[in-house]
């Protein structure tokens, strides 16, 4: 199924809303707790900046930045910040691990972010935020493919090796990803499609690098066999 960029869009806005509305019904902060703060976060921001050239250092220092205001001040306007820079990635994702359903792609989402919401403060920067939300994103996947598997991998089959498609079957990346087994499927999905590093997929999925590099090397055959 194709996903326009206007309709990632709205949902992207959408979950926005009701991640909001979700963090609304916590302890968020009024506006003036956020106004006695700001003047603290804007100088420390200011202050380090100067120190923060290299672009992943950048884009740390921002998430830590903004962690560190949210989790101060409980601020509507920080926890946009924050989830605008990460929910597309998180989105994507979801999409690309349940056969580009939208709607399982955007239940997904959320409960990433209402589980992340819930475990910051306890979060202790091993890994950077992003690989971090998307080992919750992963797993949340898991969850809501194995209870609604037979409406989107209807076609999973274990042994790639003894899958021969009908002739008029068409198979794309798509349907080939949703035909692998979970295993494979979800390293593709984080080497090749999210840029991760066999030492990252290690530890979001609780691998060695061996094993990683060896579950790549399987997906990919598995991959051309069926798209071609």
Request: charged share 20%.
């Amino acid at each position: 199924m194709c996903c326009p960029g206007g309709k990632i869009k709205f949902i992207v806005n959408s979950l926005i809303f009701k991640a909001v509305s979700f963090l609304k019904h916590g302890t968020l902060s009024s506006n003036k707790q956020f106004r006695i703060n700001e003047k603290k976060i804007r100088y420390h921001t200011t202050f380090t900046l100067a120190f923060v050239t290299h672009p992943y250092r950048m884009s740390s220092f921002e998430d830590k930045l903004l962690v560190n205001a949210f989790l101060l001040t409980r601020s509507e306007t920080v926890f946009r910040q924050l989830y605008r820079k990460h929910v597309l990635t998180i989105y994507r994702m979801a999409l690309q691990l349940t056969n580009r359903d939208m709607i399982a792609a955007e239940e997904i989402a959320q409960e990433t972010w209402i589980r992340a919401i819930t475990h910051l403060k306890t979060f202790q920067w091993n890994s950077s935020l992003k690989t971090w939300l998307c080992g919750i994103t992963i797993n949340c996947a898991r969850e809501w493919i194995r209870k609604n598997k037979a409406g989107i991998f209807t076609g999973e089959v274990n042994d790639i090796s003894s899958f021969h498609p009908a002739v008029e079957m068409k198979i794309d990346m798509s349907n080939a990803l949703a035909i692998l087994p979970e295993g494979y499927r979800e390293i593709l999905v984080l080497h090749d499609m999210q840029g991760f590093k066999h030492s990252e997929i290690s530890q979001l999925l609780g691998i060695s690098e061996g094993t990683s590099k060896s579950q790549l090397f399987h997906a990919r055959k598995a991959i051309q066999k069926l798209l071609n």
